[in-house]
């Protein structure tokens, strides 16, 4: 067990779930995740074995199956797992924010027909807010559902689903504007959105399950690869009535930022996950690799770099460790959700160029484990909310927090 990135106070069963995990990334991850990335493969003899580690309802109730952790447990795993892999974890984040989402917003009838399928891995999710040419502002949404009898029809297209093929049930924001007049409908954008959750089958092209749904197929990444990332298109779907998150139109916003923030959590322990392996990289290469007579890590410029990775390492986890204890807290969280997603990304990015840069010439190489992280770590700038805009949410809530009165 490495010295850094500690977690004081957790109990037993928090202990031993993360053990299991890091013994399973140590032995079924890290010795395929380069060869399984360079060809773009999914991963799914892993996926099956975090199947019957029960990761998939780690988060779940036990009345539906799941072992009904907390967040933190759920974040420090993530983070085990990013380690090995963040493809990996990427695969288990979208699909515990739908679970998430129905757990927290679902009808009774959505748990439980949805939640013990999804605890054992049977379904599989995804979910849906961007779309073409949109970036970050979720309030111009074009894909748009309307009510027909007992029926939403919608039509639109959706853009960076991860998991977009492999899963079998998405959950799809779209407009809706019921109940609302057109002005009420352009004033406050964000109460005339509406979350669907829509079973598909897996796989690419014309969906047999969804008449008008199309998962053209996969888009092609600089890293991030293994996990499927996706665009939907949907003409003219029909979607039952039962099937809108929470039984009531006009909440679809809500209960997607709810989802995300804890998606942003995920996120902060997928960047602390990263940077913990790009340490263990340079530190071990630093040792082996000689110049002028001796290791490089006896040379102060490496030592040095060393120890700014290392504290880099600690403050990101000790960041995101906080944001998961108070939502488990049960407290709002958005201001630590953001400065830890943003720290944890950013120091990331850093920590994995430090470790490219001690490994010289050969971290060019694919032959070397650092040559994936550097590629995948600016993946978690843009993902779950850019740096930008998690900049804009922590200054929003710091002028909520300390608004001069008067």
């Not at 975090?50 to 036990?62: D, S, W």
């Not at 974040?75 to 699909?95: D, F, K, P, Q, Y």
């Not at 399928?117 to 999710?125: H, L």
Request: net charge negative; glycine share 12%; proline share 4%.
């Amino acid at each position: 067990m490495s010295r850094l990135a500690q977690t004081d106070g957790l109990t037993d069963v928090q202990r031993e779930i993360l053990s299991t995990v890091r013994s399973f990334v140590d032995k079924e991850i890290l010795p395929v995740a380069t060869e399984l990335e360079h060809r773009d493969e999914y991963p799914t003899e892993i996926v099956e074995g975090l199947k019957e580690l029960g990761i998939f309802g780690l988060m779940i109730p036990e009345e539906y199956g799941g072992l009904g952790e907390s967040l933190l447990t759920y974040a420090l795993t993530v983070e085990e797992i990013a380690r090995g892999w963040m493809s990996v974890s990427g695969i288990i984040n979208t699909h515990f924010i739908v679970a998430y989402m129905l757990k927290q917003h679902g009808t009774q009838e959505q748990k439980e027909y949805f939640l013990p399928r999804m605890a054992a891995g049977e379904v599989r999710g995804a979910f849906s807010m961007s779309e073409p040419g949109m970036g970050s502002d979720v309030s111009a949404i074009r894909t748009k559902g309307v009510r027909d009898g007992d029926d939403y029809v919608i039509n639109g297209q959706k853009m960076w689903l991860t998991n977009g093929g492999s899963s079998n049930l998405v959950a799809v924001l779209c407009k809706t504007d019921e109940g609302l007049s057109p002005e009420e409908a352009a004033a406050k954008p964000h109460k005339s959105m509406t979350t669907f959750l829509i079973e598909k089958e897996p796989g690419f092209g014309p969906n047999p399950a969804v008449p008008g749904l199309t998962v053209p197929g996969k888009i092609e990444k600089m890293g991030y690869k293994g996990v499927d990332t996706t665009e939907m298109i949907l003409e003219d779907v029909r979607i039952p009535s039962n099937r809108v998150l929470g039984g009531q139109s006009g909440r679809g916003f809500y209960q997607m930022m709810d989802g995300v923030e804890v998606g942003r959590v995920n996120v902060a322990a997928r960047g602390c996950g990263v940077a913990q392996r790009a340490f263990e990289l340079g530190i071990s290469y630093a040792q082996q690799r000689h110049t002028f007579g001796k290791p490089i890590i006896e040379h102060q410029a490496i030592s040095f770099k060393l120890a700014e990775m290392a504290t880099k390492v600690e403050a990101a986890h000790a960041m995101m460790v906080n944001a998961a204890r108070k939502k488990d807290s049960g407290h709002r969280n958005d201001l630590e959700a953001g400065m830890a997603k943003y720290l944890a990304s950013e120091y990331c990015k850093e920590v994995v160029e430090d470790a490219f840069r001690i490994h010289g010439g050969y971290g060019f190489s694919k032959e070397y484990e650092i040559e994936r992280l550097y590629r995948e770590a600016p993946m978690l700038l843009i993902g779950e909310g850019t740096a930008e805009i998690q900049k804009m949410i922590i200054g929003r809530r710091l002028l909520e927090e300390y608004r001069i009165q008067g």
